[in-house]
């Protein structure tokens, strides 16, 4: 990510992080998903693994 990266964003708080009210969407618009991510793939924007 970069300065001016366009991002999109969904809500959801962390209850120990005071004033942190959203999380950034992977796999969105300028960021990038999670490389080797096997389960919960969709949360981070992984791709489903080729099968050989």
């Known amino acids: 990510m970069q300065e001016h ?4 964003i969904r809500g959801g708080r ?3 992080l005071p004033g942190v009210r959203y999380h950034i969407v992977r796999g969105a618009l300028d960021t990038a998903g999670v490389d080797g991510r096997m389960q919960s793939r969709s949360k981070y ?3 489903r693994p080729k099968k050989k």
């Not at 990266?5 to 999109?8: E, G, M, Q, R």
Request: hydrophobic share 50%; aromatic share 0%; charged share 30%.
């Open 45 to 47: 924007g992984a791709k």
């Open 14 to 16: 962390v209850k120990d």
């Open 5 to 8: 990266s366009v991002v999109l």
